[in-house]
């Protein structure tokens, strides 16, 4: 198993990102995403890619794990943890070493354990609020 860093292709998301059954995003919408990316990484089982994730954020303070897919049949393989590990390391090699940063995602429910044994903590927690999103859409418009 093997990772590419920033080597994702709006195709090639839109193949892994439609392999777990999430309803996908038009492929201009993707391209822009993926311009305005920090970082993507894709896990591939030799020329077959089996993975994905984004990284977004301001590259100071914090960071945003973002469409971490990985093919059904991959699952529980250790696709996900690779990818998160290969995630963490560019993080690291690219803050200053006094830093520390918030990496922040959305778990779906079947997720949290996955999460929590890679160090996440679930919020609402003691000492802060439960994570939050807000989905906007453009409207469709009569002329």
């Known amino acids: 198993m093997t990772v590419k860093t920033n080597e994702l292709t709006a195709e090639l998301f839109l193949q892994l990102y439609t392999s777990v059954g999430w309803e996908p995003p038009g492929i201009e919408q993707v391209q822009k995403a993926l311009e305005n990316t920090i970082a993507t990484f894709t896990a591939y089982d030799n020329d077959t890619a089996v993975g994905m994730v984004r990284l ?64 996440f903590e679930e919020r609402p927690c003691d000492w802060d609020g439960p994570g939050m999103f807000k989905i906007i859409r453009m409207e469709q418009c009569e002329i």
């Open 56 to 119: 977004i954020g301001d590259g100071g303070m914090s960071f945003y794990i973002k469409d971490f897919a990985v093919v059904p049949e991959y699952q529980s393989k250790g696709v996900g943890t690779l990818l998160l590990n290969v995630l963490e390391k560019y993080i690291k090699e690219h803050i200053k070493s006094a830093w520390a940063v918030s990496l922040e995602l959305i778990s779906s429910k079947e997720a949290v354990g996955f999460y929590q044994k890679h160090g």
